[in-house]
Nanobody
Framework: VQLQASGGGLVQPGGSLRLSCAAS????????MGWFRQAPEKEREFVASVSWSGGSTIYADSVKGRFTISRDNAKNTVYLQMNDLKPGDTAVYHC????????????????????WGQGTLVTVSS
């Protein structure tokens, strides 16, 4: 699976962005998907994940209520809608395809993902 993230950019605090992650291959629906982010000088941080069907989601506390993860298996794409952005959301955002046999809280951990996209930069600044 190859992943290509897009949609990042510069946005003012309180603004919105939608990130997309397009996957190659015909097995996209067999992977749970996640978004992680990494700010300068910081470790990679879990943002959100979504189950194979899109029916279940998990969010980091820091983004709950502001971000929404979704997927369209017909388009092999996962999305991250980000609203009410804050300067602390500034980071490179990476999408990833999960490797565990079940979808669970284990999706919070980078080690449980088999494939990673190259990342897209989100900068929140006035």
């Amino acid at each position: 699976v190859q992943l290509q993230a897009s949609g990042g950019g510069l946005v003012q605090p309180g603004g919105s962005l939608r990130l997309s992650c397009a996957a190659s291959g015909r097995t996209f629906s067999s992977y749970y998907m996640g978004w992680f982010r990494q700010a300068p000088e910081k470790e990679r941080e879990f943002v959100a994940s979504v189950s194979w069907s899109g029916g279940s989601t998990i969010y980091a506390d820091s983004v709950k209520g502001r971000f929404t993860i979704s997927r369209d298996n017909a388009k092999n794409t996962v999305y991250l809608q980000m609203n009410d952005l804050k300067p602390g959301d500034t980071a490179v955002y990476h999408c990833a395809a999960g490797a565990l046999g079940t979808y669970s809280s284990g999706s919070r951990y980078p080690g449980n993902y088999a494939y990673w996209g190259q990342g897209t930069l989100v900068t929140v600044s006035s």
